[in-house]
């Protein structure tokens, strides 16, 4: 019986919801900018891999965050909370002691990183607590910290922020915040009881066709000032036409994964898009 009721516990706390995010869109909003950052300024051997360790352990500590968060808030069973907590801490130390070993090797401005991303985790943590973390808003400023990711890699393989590693975190963070309009859009066209007729569908897409829209203009005029390479407005051309044929043809019924793997595929698209205007 002992021995039964202690395999059930270990089963338990292997379980992937402790451990990895469930959202395939949280994945593609870090992974994007970290290959642009990394596309763009190259792979500098063991400082890149460091990054991409300390960055790893980073972006996983989300998942046993919320799910202890909500353990301690009364949102969930208080049995979730200690492997949430082994999971927390097994990501934290591997964060912590690859991104020590970047410091030692002399990348310090990483720390600047830390600035904008505490106080996003405490607005993380209270707004779970108040049961209110399913916002669009809190998404978009998340994204921005995820973009982070292709400043920080462009800064250690290159030794220096600039110029170019703000504009990449700024290019990245457009093309996420109208990534994460548009699944919205999606998930709302889902549950529409039937295919609307056309200037509707044109109507509940309005906001995703201003942020694409917005996004591609802007990078016509930072390309036009010679502040981008010429091919970069191809890049968000790309997500422009996707948020044209999504409010055209809206995904009645479709299931929620389906949407999830398309935003990856097009978010993979656009990264390799710029890394190619980059490095033509």
Not at 32 to 54: D, E, F, Q, R
Not at 144 to 149: E, F, Y
Not at 208 to 227: D, H, K, Q
Not at 258 to 278: D, E, K, N, P
Request: hydrophobic residues 60%.
């Amino acid at each position: 019986m002992a021995t039964t009721a202690s395999t059930k516990t270990q089963s338990r706390w292997l379980k992937k919801i402790y451990a990895l995010p469930a959202e395939h869109g949280a994945w593609a909003l870090w992974l994007g900018p970290l290959a642009v950052g990394i596309g763009v300024a190259g792979w500098n051997a063991l400082p890149t891999l460091l990054l991409v360790l300390a960055q790893s352990g980073a972006f996983l500590t989300r998942q046993p965050m919320v799910i202890l968060v909500k353990a301690l808030s009364g949102r969930r069973s208080r049995d979730d909370a200690a492997p949430a907590l082994v999971w927390l801490s097994v990501y934290t130390a591997l964060a912590a002691i690859f991104g020590a070993a970047l410091i030692a090797l002399g990348y310090t401005k990483l720390l600047w990183a830390l600035v904008p991303i505490a106080p996003m985790l405490i607005w993380q943590v209270w707004l779970i607590r108040q049961r209110a973390e399913r916002q669009m808003s809190i998404e978009l400023a998340g994204s921005g910290m995820l973009a982070l990711a292709a400043p920080t890699a462009h800064y250690v393989a290159a030794g220096v922020v600039d110029a170019t590693a703000i504009i990449l975190w700024v290019l990245c963070w457009l093309q996420s915040a109208a990534a994460i309009v548009y699944v919205y859009l999606r998930l709302a066209q889902r549950r529409l009881g039937e295919m609307p007729p056309m200037p509707e569908r044109w109507r509940i897409g309005r906001r995703a066709l201003l942020y694409a829209g917005a996004n591609f203009a802007l990078s016509m005029g930072l390309a036009i000032a010679g502040l981008v390479p010429l091919l970069t407005p191809i890049a968000f051309a790309a997500m422009l036409a996707q948020a044209v044929g999504g409010a055209r043809n809206p995904c009645v019924g479709v299931r929620p994964q389906r949407i999830g793997f398309a935003q990856v595929a097009a978010t993979a698209i656009f990264s390799a898009l710029l890394i190619v205007a980059y490095r033509a």
